[in-house]
């Protein structure tokens, strides 16, 4: 496939995962030509709609130079003519690879005498560095092709993929000196929805004092996941700083007793949960991980800072007190294997108080709007530094999210 074929194809690579029908197409695919019986067969394996679209569009750009225009002829003979037009005019968007040239040195007359000198050709030297940077650029596509086969991706076929446990702590006991967290309900709901339309099953608890947390937790752990392809575990509520060996942070259940992060974590892990060995395992908490308030650093930048709109800014915090006695120090060496095919996302950086509006906190409101988007086309990495990049740009106080990424391939989620 020429190159300009497969940079328009990779242009309207999100826009296809999202509204291609693929069925359709397979018979078409292979009485043309472009797929075997065998491939086309491996491609409805995928999965899901999305990931059999994902799958075939990353294929095709494999196949001969009769492909493209094959594919945007099978499109419209099946009723998919607005996303061939896009993918044409996508094509005819690109620049027109330059022509190769006579590398030789020219014969020009020259003042003074001297004729017939020769002279580099420095237009053609020019086009030798474009013929270059082309390889370069097809280097590039070859290894991504290379570290992007079906053995570095988690594979997501079961229906539902996974389980989604979500627990939501709004009112805390009087006791704790917790403050409500208005707009917490609202994070639920829009995540409910979000990871519900990723093919999870999501149940909710609200309200949970710290132990009946860690039940929830381990009762979700205990449960056989064999036929099933990935966990997702989600915490809102309030949180701080403390002590810890793997994960940092501690999340407060509503009597205001504590629950670090590690343990939540390491219910899941390989010795905890067999029956998750070997899969992703994915947590999401919306919490402070501290009392620290960053003001940010002046940067050049031509658009106005995002202030928070309306309302009172809140945050999920406690002040980080000092472990008292014979502990384990901040950062001590783990004697516990580490743990793999676990990412535990951070509405914040350690240290640092995580902000919440009475519509919701930013990470989740971020969180969830980019997942709607690029869910279908990027990997779950890629979706996060979105994710910290749209709410570092936040508010008269700043906030960046953050990962502690252990999985072994690149994740995506399950479109429906």
């Keep these: 496939m020429e190159e300009a074929h497969r940079r328009a194809l990779r242009r309207g690579r999100a826009r296809l995962v999202a509204a291609l029908r693929v069925e359709p197409l397979w018979e078409p695919l292979e009485e043309r030509g472009l797929f075997t019986h065998t491939m086309v067969e491996d491609l409805q394996s995928a999965g899901s709609r999305g990931d059999q679209a994902r799958e075939l569009i990353t294929d095709l750009e494999t196949r001969g130079k009769q492909a493209f225009p094959l594919f945007l002829s099978i499109l419209r003979d099946t009723g998919q003519a607005d996303l061939a037009d896009m993918l044409l005019g996508q094509c005819e968007s690109l620049q027109a690879p330059p022509q190769l040239l006579d590398l030789r040195p020219v014969e020009l007359n020259l003042p003074g005498g001297k004729q017939n000198q020769k002279v580099p050709n ?26 992007n086969c079906p053995c570095q991706v988690y594979q997501l076929k079961a229906e539902p993929c996974g389980h989604c446990l979500i627990l939501n702590n709004v009112n805390f006991s009087r006791d704790s000196n917790l403050s409500t967290r208005e707009g917490s309900d609202m994070d639920c709901e829009k995540l409910e929805k979000c990871f519900k339309a990723l093919c999870f099953s999501v149940l909710t608890q609200r309200d949970l004092k710290a132990q009946e947390m860690v039940s929830e937790l381990q009762k979700l752990a205990q449960q056989d996941h064999s036929t099933l392809d990935c966990c997702i575990v989600v915490i809102l509520s309030h949180g701080c700083q403390t002590s810890h060996i793997q994960f940092p942070g501690a999340i407060y259940g509503t009597d205001g007793k504590l629950i670090p992060v590690e343990k939540i974590v390491n219910c899941f892990n390989g010795s905890n949960c067999l029956s998750l060995r070997g899969k992703p395992k994915l947590f999401f908490i919306q919490a402070c991980g501290g009392d620290q308030r960053d003001r940010g650093f002046v940067v050049d930048c031509s658009s106005a800072t995002d202030e928070a709109p309306g309302g009172s800014l809140e945050a999920d915090a406690t002040p980080f007190q000092a472990p008292q006695g014979n502990v384990d120090e901040l950062d001590a060496m783990a004697c516990l294997p580490t743990p793999s095919d676990i990412l535990v996302s951070y509405s914040t950086f350690p240290g640092y ?11 989740v409101e971020t969180l969830v709007s980019v997942l709607e988007q690029c869910a279908p086309a990027e990997d779950l990495l890629s979706i996060l530094v979105k994710v910290s990049n749209a709410v570092s740009a936040r508010g008269r106080y700043k906030q960046i999210p953050g990962c502690f990424n252990f999985l072994r391939k690149k994740f995506f989620f399950k479109c429906k």
Excluded: N, P, Q
């Design 353 to 363: 108080v995580s902000w919440r509006e009475a519509k919701g906190s930013w990470y």
């Design 122 to 147: 420095t237009l053609g030297l020019s086009v030798l560095i474009g013929i270059v940077s082309h390889w370069i650029t097809l280097r590039g596509f070859l290894m991504k092709r290379v570290f």
